[in-house]
């Protein structure tokens, strides 16, 4: 009896010290950004970043790159084929190929392009 009343005291401690920094962190993520929820995703992992499209022309399974034959980047690249560092494999859907058209985020980090929030498109209307 009296070690539980020690943990709940104990506890309860803790949750004072936390709740002030996660509002305090809170506040900051949304004077960062005027532009909706997004920003707190970024805020998550560094880098900026720029919504792409392309064609995949070859993947390294290995070293888990792409190269993309992406479409002109607003404000950032032209249309060029090039290498991107793709997330893990395991997480890739399975219909990606080659000759696959994408939609993807690139995040720009330490001069490599990364690949976020992949999707296939299905560009083919009929
Ligand atoms: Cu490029």
Redesign the pocket.
């Known amino acids: 009896m009296k070690l539980r009343h020690r943990e709940h005291r104990s506890l309860s401690g803790v949750r004072k010290l936390t709740i002030p920094i996660c509002l305090a962190l809170v506040a900051a993520a949304c004077a960062a950004g005027p532009d909706g929820p997004r920003h707190e995703h970024s805020a998550a992992v560094a880098g900026e970043r720029h919504p792409v499209t392309g064609t995949i022309v070859a993947i390294n399974p290995e070293t888990e790159v792409w190269y993309v034959d992406?479409d002109p980047?607003p404000d950032y690249?032209?249309?060029?084929t090039?290498p991107f560092q793709a997330p893990p494999k395991e997480t890739w859907p399975p219909e990606v190929a080659v000759d696959r058209r994408i939609s993807a985020t690139v995040r720009v980090h330490n001069g490599e392009?990364h690949l976020e929030d992949i999707q296939l498109i299905d560009d083919q209307a009929d």
């Open positions: 992406h980047i690249m032209d249309a060029m090039m392009h």
